[in-house]
């Protein structure tokens, strides 16, 4: 038997990196939390009669879900018991009661807890602690957390697997919306829209109408419906840039008399000079907003102007800046569109932590930059399906204005099946994207 560790940041790198030293038969046979992540203790060849069996049923599968179900209650649970002042006596799971206050650790089973009426009235509980130690609370929150993260591992390995076996030109399909990098829950919608579908060209060419048809597009362009329309979204992601091509579309269709410029970012270096040589060339006035200035006085003098376009900060989620910029944008008295700018060379984490972070504000659409840079189109378009996000524009290179493009939803699927993967996806990566649809307990493959 060969036994060995693996140190990584997070669960979910550490079972890679146990698959890819020792293989998928490997077995883990303890865990912890590390200073910087977790280590694992895998073994090979371990000869232990409770391993699931290699071959997939649905049996296993639904235990497996229940188990995952029953540990996003207990982390509910523990949330509301961590806001308590602390009473240990207090069951952590439905039915399930702390022994001698340790925490529940990976190596402990999940009992499904039974219900059977009292046939005398219960003791009176014991008197309650004094408090519970937060370190305690972490630990527990970590084995609920690395719980999770191991079955659903499991889990998308499982549904991937039985998917091969069972429903070949199902996995097919599934492999190329990978290639694309599409989400596995838009990936499992798609695949149902065309379930009925036997031919693979066919069902190939109605899964990519359906994907165009899933993209929403304003029905009227923001420039030509005019009013306030806000630039929003992490540095980087080119909101000055995409302002100017707005600005410019806009003063060579029109003239510079009925548009207006407003500058809300006083953190960037040079970013209100770059605004104010831009209004220098297209005739048009730049107001500059500082902080803790009112929006609504400094819009006031420009509500005549027919388009106002404003360029705001790209501020960390953690910036009491960004709030008050946000909120400002949010104002009852400003009516504002705002679009959040996005990168499509960004990852997938990023583009999502933008969405949480500026969906404050109210969102009316985004804006897709960077086409021409970008090797995949899946990741943006699967965040703009999901959050009914509207792409108002493309942008797909530096020239101004001639790089900014009103969005077609079937050229953009055409463009996101152009800047494919062209290599396949490695069957980690299959087992990833399940464990993704799996990660919402009501969310079932096939």
Same mark, same amino acid.
């Given at each position: 038997m060969q036994v060995k560790r693996f140190f990584a940041a997070d669960m979910r790198q550490a079972m890679k990196l146990v698959r890819d030293e020792l293989g998928a038969d490997a077995a883990i046979i303890g865990n912890r939390r590390i200073a910087g992540g977790v280590e694992l203790t895998a073994a090979l060849d371990y000869k232990l009669s409770a391993l699931a069996p290699r071959v997939p049923n649905m049996e296993l599968e639904?235990?497996?879900? %229940?188990?995952?179900?029953?540990?996003?209650?207990?982390?509910?649970?523990?949330?509301?018991? @961590? #806001?308590?002042?602390?009473?240990?006596?207090?069951?952590?799971?439905? !039915?399930?009661?702390?022994?001698? !206050?340790?925490?529940?650790?990976?190596?402990?089973?999940?009992?499904?807890?039974?219900?059977?009426?009292?046939?005398?009235p219960a003791p009176a509980p014991a008197p309650a602690a004094a408090g519970v130690d937060p370190r305690a609370l972490d630990s527990?929150?970590?084995?609920?957390?690395?719980?999770?993260?191991?079955?659903?591992?499991?889990?998308?390995?499982?549904?991937?697997?039985?998917?091969?076996?069972?429903?070949?030109?199902?996995?097919?399909?599934?492999?190329?919306?990978?290639?694309? @990098?599409?989400? @596995?829950?838009?990936?499992?919608?798609?695949?149902?829209?065309?379930?009925?579908? #036997?031919?693979?060209?066919?069902?190939?060419? =109605?899964l990519l109408a359906h994907l165009a048809r899933m993209i929403a597009?304003?029905?009227?362009?923001?420039?030509?419906? !005019? *009013?306030?329309?806000? =630039?929003? !979204?992490?540095? @980087?992601? *080119? %909101?000055?840039?995409?302002?100017? %091509?707005?600005?410019?579309?806009?003063v060579l269709k029109y003239g510079a008399q009925n548009i207006a410029l407003v500058s809300m970012d006083s953190f960037r270096i040079g970013a209100q000079e770059q605004l104010k040589t831009l209004g220098r060339i297209l005739n048009v006035s730049v107001t500059h907003v500082d902080p803790g200035q009112s929006l609504v006085q400094a819009?006031?003098?420009?509500?005549? %102007?027919?388009?106002?376009?404003?360029d705001t900060a790209g501020l960390q989620a953690s910036d009491p800046a960004l709030r008050m910029q946000l909120e400002s944008l949010a104002g009852r008295g400003i009516r504002s569109k705002n679009y959040l700018v996005l990168a499509t060379t960004s990852q997938k984490q990023v583009l999502t932590a933008a969405y949480h972070s500026y969906k404050r504000c109210g969102l009316a659409g985004c804006i897709l930059t960077k086409l021409d840079e970008t090797a995949s189109l899946g990741e943006v378009l699967s965040l703009a399906i999901s959050h009914e996000l509207p792409v108002a524009y493309l942008t797909d290179g530096p020239r101004i204005p001639d790089d900014l493009h009103l969005p077609r939803r079937h050229q953009l699927v055409s463009r996101a099946v152009s800047v494919q993967m062209q290599e396949e996806p490695s069957e980690e990566a299959m087992a990833d994207m399940f464990a993704d649809i799996y990660h919402s307990p009501t969310k079932q493959v096939g």
């Open positions: 639904d235990e497996l879900r %229940k188990t995952q179900s029953r540990i996003v209650t207990a982390q509910a649970e523990l949330s509301m018991r @961590g #806001e308590a002042d602390g009473n240990t006596n207090r069951q952590l799971f439905s !039915g399930l009661p702390l022994t001698a !206050g340790l925490p529940l650790t990976a190596a402990e089973p999940l009992t499904e807890p039974t219900y059977a009426a009292p046939a005398r527990m929150r970590f084995e609920l957390n690395s719980l999770r993260e191991l079955m659903e591992v499991q889990l998308g390995t499982l549904a991937w697997n039985q998917l091969q076996g069972s429903r070949p030109a199902q996995a097919n399909l599934y492999r190329r919306l990978q290639r694309i @990098g599409l989400s @596995g829950p838009l990936s499992r919608d798609l695949l149902a829209l065309t379930s009925d579908i #036997e031919e693979p060209r066919q069902a190939w060419r =109605m597009t304003p029905e009227v362009e923001p420039l030509e419906e !005019g *009013g306030v329309i806000a =630039m929003v !979204g992490p540095a @980087g992601m *080119g %909101k000055t840039t995409t302002l100017a %091509k707005l600005a410019a579309r806009y819009l006031d003098p420009l509500l005549r %102007k027919r388009v106002v376009l404003i």
